[in-house]
């Protein structure tokens, strides 16, 4: 089709041609798709496109695929597809499920939240250990009764593993110099070469072991939705179009969730996932799949990023960032591929209001050339969605210093940082981390990106930090709430780091001129 939009295309935009009367229809367009959001309702159309490993070029293919579709995703959520609509051209023009000969299929289904998308969730910080017990408990069931028939056990067979490893390699060979190197196209290749050719036992042993499935095939945060008032999770949007991607190793399902927690910042939810769904489907041989089947999964989504980039009627806003983003897969699929060797840091600079945290971490972050997440600006910008200048000089714990608030906050600063560390990346996080429970969540995090965490406790006499505090209240231009009363409720609750806490805790004076006190930290930290 090229180019030229289906003559049906301009008509579908329009809410008097859907029989559930929307008050205004949003088209979304993927690389495979035109989706229509209709309301309460949504229709998906299937592109007449033939990438290799999918052929929708027939009225007859795309109507198969449909209720393959319908089929498949109502393992997960049967309430959320409905079923099989025609698309028809009447006396006044086209419209979805109206009367005469069908042009086109599509899938109806159910509109699930917009606010629920795990993706949303997690850019507003608001998915939890608990979220991931959720999806634990959803998928184990899921998994046990969807177990290959003989018939099927091949597409687990490490030929064909190995064939969709090398499709993908002579599908992004034209990328290379442009979303990619060739050394990184190289080290990622002999990885899955190598790891194909030593570990053949283990791939028979696992058909053996019923551990082959039609999957979902396509498991990531995008395609999770949480229904909270309805306390539902819905997995959705099932690989139909290729039983190669749909079958296989259960490992290669999860690990997709896994590789895309991974890639958002959330290390230490991915690690939490896969440990309880190990323990919950008695599968310990899955750590040993993990990071293949984590490098082939960020391969796969760098490819479709190429293949967007690549579309001629996408927009460029939207080709611009799908190379942004299969940049940033291709570099993930390095690092689980052993291509990146250096050991990330994690420098969190804490300690009391006004204690000079956030000055000395911001000339560390500018001197080293390293990012610097601070914990005013992302609570102020990120999570409350005001100015950071702004002031809220609410009592301790209330307003937008609340426990809810902070919870989140800190949950930013550790997803922000590991975006950088599972990359094998630097990161600073500054904020007072007074609490050990917060700590806790960046040991976590430090741990699953195998990351050297190193606490910076920030001190200086009370007097100064009270000083310091007051002058900047006078400033319009200071981010910081930052006052005595609150410098005293800090101060009684405080809890200093242990050396048990982290790879290194140093304390380091800031009563000093700036300069030399980072020559001091120099000192204490680049150099142990």
Excluded at 492 to 521: H, K, W, Y
Aim: aromatic letters at 10%.
């Amino acid at each position: 089709m090229g180019n030229v939009n289906p003559p049906w295309l301009q008509d579908l935009l329009e809410p008097e041609n859907y029989p559930n009367n929307p008050n205004e229809i949003k088209l979304i367009q993927t690389h495979l798709s035109w989706v229509f959001l209709a309301g309460d309702l949504v229709y998906k159309v299937k592109k007449p496109v033939d990438f290799g490993f999918l052929d929708f070029t027939t009225l007859e293919k795309r109507r198969f695929f449909c209720n393959e579709e319908i089929r498949l995703n109502k393992r997960l959520c049967p309430e959320i597809y409905l079923s099989v609509v025609p698309v028809t051209k009447t006396a006044s023009g086209y419209r979805f499920e109206g009367q005469g000969d069908p042009v086109e299929w599509a899938v109806k289904m159910k509109r699930m939240p917009d606010d629920g998308l795990m993706s949303a969730l997690i850019n507003r910080d608001e998915v939890t250990k608990k979220d991931m017990d959720g999806i634990c408990a959803l998928l184990s069931p899921f998994y046990k009764e969807a177990k290959a028939g003989e018939d099927k056990l091949h597409l687990g067979s490490i030929d064909v593993v190995r064939e969709n490893c090398e499709e993908n390699f002579e599908q992004t060979k034209d990328f290379v110099g442009k979303a990619f190197s060739k050394e990184m196209f190289d080290t990622i290749k002999d990885y899955t070469r190598t790891f194909l050719s030593n570990k053949k036992t283990l791939f028979e042993k696992r058909q053996r072991d019923g551990r082959i499935v039609e999957g979902h095939g396509d498991l990531y945060s995008a395609n999770i939705c949480f229904d909270r008032k309805k306390d539902k999770i819905y997995i959705f949007d099932c690989i139909e179009f290729n039983e190669r991607f749909r079958y296989g190793d259960v490992a290669v399902d999860v690990a997709f969730l896994a590789m895309d927690l991974d890639f958002l910042g959330l290390c230490d939810l991915s690690a939490y996932f896969i440990k309880n769904f190990s323990t919950q489907t008695n599968d310990e041989e899955l750590f040993e799949l993990l990071d293949f089947y984590k490098c082939y999964r960020a391969y796969v989504r760098a490819k479709i990023g190429c293949f967007t980039w690549a579309s001629p009627e996408v927009d460029q806003k939207t080709r611009d960032m799908s190379l942004d983003m299969a940049k940033r897969y291709f570099q993930l699929a390095l690092k689980y591929a052993g291509g990146i060797t250096k050991r990330p840091t994690l420098f969190v600079f804490m300690g009391l209001s006004g204690s000079g945290k956030s000055t000395v971490a911001k000339a560390f972050s500018e001197k080293m050339g390293i990012p610097w997440f601070n914990s005013d600006l992302v609570r102020k910008e990120h999570v409350t969605g005001i100015s950071a200048t702004e002031k809220h000089l609410e009592p301790f714990g209330q307003g937008i210093y609340s426990p809810a608030f902070t919870e989140k906050t800190y949950r930013a600063l550790s997803r922000l940082a590991g975006q950088r560390l599972v990359l094998g990346q630097d990161a600073i996080v500054d904020a007072t981390y007074i609490d050990k429970d917060k700590r806790k969540q960046l040991s976590e995090l430090a741990s699953a990106c195998d990351a050297r965490l190193v606490y910076i406790h920030c001190t200086c006499p009370d007097e100064i930090a009270i000083e310091r505090m007051t002058k900047r209240l006078k400033s319009d231009k200071a981010i910081s709430d930052g006052r005595k009363e609150i410098f005293e409720k800090q101060k009684a609750i405080f809890n200093p780091p242990s050396q048990e806490e982290a790879s290194l805790v140093v304390r380091l004076d800031t009563d000093a001129p700036v300069e030399q006190i980072l020559q001091n930290l120099e000192a204490k930290v680049l150099n142990a």
